[in-house]
């Protein structure tokens, strides 16, 4: 099957500093989305992004699919965004089937 | 955006009994809802997958006699963890993805921790 791969897996970050967090996937995807897990567990949904740019305030994330990549950059981070970041893929084939990545988990530091 | 909601947030039951876990699609109609399980600080782990009105399909390695999965509405699926042990203890996420926005966006439930003593 498909897979995900994220890096880094670990991340600390001083309050204001920037990052960019990256998936690779080894097949073609029909559906890419970044999510983050608060520590409750709650998924949010950030973007859904099988290709191109999107920017949603401090974060922004592209995917360039002909090279099965995708980042996720924050920027000016707060202590509000740690949590786990998760990338997941879903391939239209096999039965519409979402697979995550490991994810990153990033701590930032006030 | 939409919501998805999870029932119970949380429970404790003891070895031995079910536990019935339920996952609505509050704003728009779910033609596909997804079950997940997640160890701590793992990743998610897709379990099965249910269409409305019919049967779920289960992972490779998901036993279905234990994890029963209904969807019987377009807003509502229910998986029931029977004769529950220790090892069954997790984070339980269900997920939804329905036809309301163009973007074809999976919307996920907050959760449900199930600890089995």
């Known amino acids: 099957g498909i897979q995900v791969e994220q890096s880094p897996p670990d991340l600390i970050l001083q309050e204001g500093a920037n990052s960019t967090l990256r998936c690779n996937f080894s097949?073609?995807?029909?559906?890419l989305q970044w999510f983050h897990q608060n520590p409750w567990g709650q998924l949010i949904n950030l973007f859904y992004?099988?290709?191109g740019t999107k920017q949603n305030g401090r974060l922004s994330a592209t995917t360039v699919a002909t090279e099965r990549y995708s980042l996720l950059y924050i920027s000016s981070s707060q202590t509000t965004d740690s949590g786990v970041y998760f990338c997941a893929v879903r391939r239209d084939t096999g039965g519409f089937k979402t697979i995550f990545g490991a994810g990153t988990r990033l701590f930032v530091k006030a | 955006g939409a919501v998805v909601s999870q029932h119970p947030s949380r429970v404790i039951c003891k070895s031995g009994t079910s536990v019935k876990i339920e996952c609505r699609s509050l704003?728009?109609?779910?033609?596909?809802m997804f079950w997940y399980r997640q160890f701590p600080k793992k990743s998610l782990m897709l379990m099965a997958t249910?269409?409305?009105?019919?049967?779920?399909?289960?992972e490779q390695g998901v036993e279905k006699d234990k994890f029963l999965i209904n969807h019987a509405s377009l807003t509502l699926s229910t998986l029931t963890v029977t004769s529950a042990h220790p090892e069954d203890s997790s984070f339980y996420i269900c997920s939804a993805r329905g036809r309301r926005e163009y973007t074809d966006t999976q919307y996920f439930g907050p959760g449900t921790r199930l600890t089995v003593l």
């Open positions: 249910s269409n409305e009105g019919s049967k779920a399909t289960y």
């Open positions: 097949d073609s995807v029909n559906n």
């Open positions: 992004i099988p290709s």
């Open positions: 704003d728009f109609q779910a033609t596909t």
